[in-house]
């Protein structure tokens, strides 16, 4: 194999390294934006005497910002990692 076959085949490889973590970021990102819908969409119309949230739906909206905040600091891992080991030791 020639050097200029492996120089191809690192560039493919880190295409798509960098093509599954964009895929992998959006998937997160976009199930958190269907969760916050579904957490706070519009409440369909109800009676005057009997429109109570569900202790369901307030148990999720308090669950998902905990979700979010775990999220968000798993994607960015490898940005603040660094900085709190360089700082811890």
Same mark, same amino acid.
């Given at each position: 194999?020639?050097?200029?076959?492996?120089?191809?085949?690192?560039?493919?490889?880190?295409?798509?390294?960098?093509?599954?973590?964009?895929?992998?970021?959006?998937?997160?990102?976009?199930?958190?934006?269907?969760?916050?819908?579904?957490?706070?969409? /519009?409440?369909?119309?109800? +009676?005057?005497?009997?429109?109570?949230? !569900? @202790?369901?739906?307030?148990?999720?909206? #308090?669950?998902? /910002?905990?979700?979010?905040? +775990?999220?968000?600091?798993?994607?960015? !891992? @490898?940005?603040?990692?660094?900085?709190? #080991?360089?700082?811890?030791?």
């Amino acid at each position: 194999m020639s050097t200029n076959s492996g120089a191809k085949w690192t560039e493919v490889g880190a295409l798509t390294t960098a093509g599954t973590v964009a895929a992998t970021i959006f998937c997160c990102l976009a199930l958190l934006a269907y969760s916050f819908y579904q957490a706070y969409r /519009p409440a369909p119309a109800c +009676a005057a005497d009997s429109c109570d949230v !569900a @202790s369901s739906v307030r148990r999720r909206r #308090i669950v998902l /910002p905990v979700v979010t905040v +775990a999220v968000v600091a798993l994607l960015t !891992a @490898s940005w603040w990692a660094n900085w709190l #080991i360089y700082w811890t030791l």
